[in-house]
């Protein structure tokens, strides 16, 4: 793949286990950056995650398959510039479109690996997301949003396919959920939730309706996918 942004109908995810090279040949330093990363913030889990080890898209499907590795090696490949290693970074995100066509982002806690970064709800896929062998991202999206704020998928209506963004070692598959009410409606229903202490990933949630709204804290995936709506 290049870098840009696609559209498909549907994703084929498959959890193929198989060794990951990266992880074994650099064990120590591994360790040792990872370690060094918990001292900086003691709060770092060393969890399970799954990185997409093959991708291809054919008839409007992205089909792919996953492995499972530790994140100490995902954190570590991530802050090594994410060097070629035969995988790729993949997360669904979900953006949240309010009836004015404000997008719901959130903005990370200071502990949290990225903290003060703007994104929309996401996260790396992990065990909880394979069903029957397969790796199930409207599962992901929907468990990320109702843990980061409150929100429920399912009350909202679901755009057609997915929106990809691609670049050097990274696939976002972008989940538009279509929302009854405005932005500032869905904002103060985030911030109720977070103001009973349930979640402490956000910091506070933004709004992003026009160009104005773009942020320096909101990654490159998160502004190629906004510019690629209004466009």
């Not at 009836?99 to 502990?111: R, T, V």
């Not at 790396?124 to 929907?142: E, I, M, Y």
């Not at 909101?218 to 466009?231: A, D, G, I, Q, T």
Request: glycine share 10%; proline share 4%.
């Amino acid at each position: 793949m290049n870098a840009g942004v696609a559209q498909v109908e549907r994703l084929d995810f498959r959890f193929v286990p198989r060794r990951w090279a990266f992880a074994d040949e650099r064990r120590a330093k591994i360790d040792a950056h990872f370690a060094a990363a918990q001292r900086a913030n003691p709060r770092l889990w060393n969890g399970r995650v799954l990185m997409l080890h093959q991708q291809h898209i054919a008839s409007g499907i992205l089909h792919g398959a996953f492995l499972e590795t530790d994140y100490a090696s995902f954190h570590a490949w991530l802050d090594w510039g994410r060097p070629a290693a035969g995988v790729w970074d993949c997360f669904g995100a979900a953006a949240v479109m309010g009836s004015d066509g404000a997008f719901l982002l959130g903005m990370m806690a200071p502990h949290t690996a990225n903290g003060g970064r703007v994104y929309f709800p996401c996260g790396t896929p992990d065990l909880d997301d394979v069903r029957d062998g397969r790796v199930d991202f409207d599962h992901s999206v929907a468990r990320e949003l109702k843990e980061e704020t409150g929100l429920v998928a399912a009350e909202f209506v679901a755009e057609p396919g997915w929106t990809l963004v691609y670049e050097a070692g990274r696939i976002v598959a972008y989940k538009v959920l279509l929302a009854p009410e405005t932005g500032e409606a869905l904002a103060s229903r985030v911030h109720e939730y977070l103001a009973q202490g349930r979640d402490d990933e956000l910091a506070g949630v933004r709004l992003a309706s026009r160009l104005g709204d773009l942020d320096p804290a909101m990654p490159e995936y998160v502004v190629s996918f906004l510019k690629h709506r209004w466009r």
